[in-house]
């Protein structure tokens, strides 16, 4: 199975300041996403990412997120002003070469105070 | 009725055990199904990959999906205390790298 690496592993951050959160994808991949997972409850979708841009977002994707691929291989979630209700397992995904299905990063791990 | 519904569990079973895990869904028109496995504080790790209905078989997993009955299984053969962790189940529509609707996952507690 295919290693996304994602950085930080944890972060704590006060409410209202800006987290962003990394992914080194694998090299020939087509499809980017982001998903969260609050303690104890699923993981969600937040967002996918094809050919530079946004091909799909959910509901809980608003304006305090943005997503971009900087340098063509780095993915970035950047949460602008955090809640604490942002506390939340967020994985990095990719897909669309291999196997025909989404492998997860290990996950960033973000607490608001 | 929510969209993929999963027994929270834990389901706790001996060493050597058949394991059988369920998903019911309500949307029909999925047709890729997935399992994951879930180590506390991991991420997902692909297991079961499946479209439509139909049998796959790999090692000492199988997963089944039943489209007319709109429900899923994965069963584990001669578990090991290394299967304990939570199993979710997941689908999506388009293909099997479109979004994700997860189930809540299912804790399997395997004891030696």
């Known amino acids: 199975e295919p290693e996304v690496t994602q950085t930080p592993s944890h972060q704590v951050t006060q409410m209202g300041q800006e987290v962003i959160l990394r992914c080194v994808p694998i090299?020939?991949?087509?499809?980017f996403y982001w998903y969260r997972q609050i303690l104890g409850q699923k993981v969600e979708f937040l967002v996918s990412?094809?050919?530079?841009?946004?091909?799909?977002k959910s509901e809980i994707f608003d304006d305090q997120f943005s997503v971009e691929r900087p340098d063509g291989s780095n993915f970035t979630l950047k949460i602008r002003s955090t809640k604490l209700e942002d506390s939340a397992m967020y994985f990095c995904?990719?897909?669309?070469?291999?196997?025909?299905?989404?492998?997860f990063g290990e996950g960033s791990w973000l607490t608001v105070v | 009725q929510k969209e993929v519904e999963q027994d929270p569990g834990p389901l706790s079973v001996p060493e050597g055990a058949i394991v059988s895990l369920n998903c019911t869904y309500s949307?029909?028109?999925?047709?890729?199904f997935m399992w994951y496995r879930q180590y506390s504080r991991k991420g997902p790790e692909l297991l079961m990959y499946?479209?439509?209905?139909g049998n796959k078989e790999d090692g000492r997993f199988t997963a089944q999906v039943d489209k007319s009955s709109k429900y899923i299984s994965l069963f584990i053969r001669d578990s090991q205390p290394s299967d304990s962790a939570t199993y979710l189940c997941?689908?999506?529509?388009?293909?099997?790298?479109?979004?994700?609707?997860f189930g809540k996952g299912t804790m399997l507690l395997v004891s030696p």
């Open positions: 499946t479209y439509s209905s």
């Open positions: 997941a689908m999506s529509v388009e293909s099997g790298y479109s979004t994700l609707t």
């Open positions: 990412f094809y050919n530079n841009e946004i091909s799909e």
């Open positions: 090299s020939n991949h087509l499809y």
């Open positions: 995904a990719e897909g669309g070469n291999s196997g025909n299905t989404i492998y």
């Open positions: 949307n029909s028109a999925f047709q890729y």
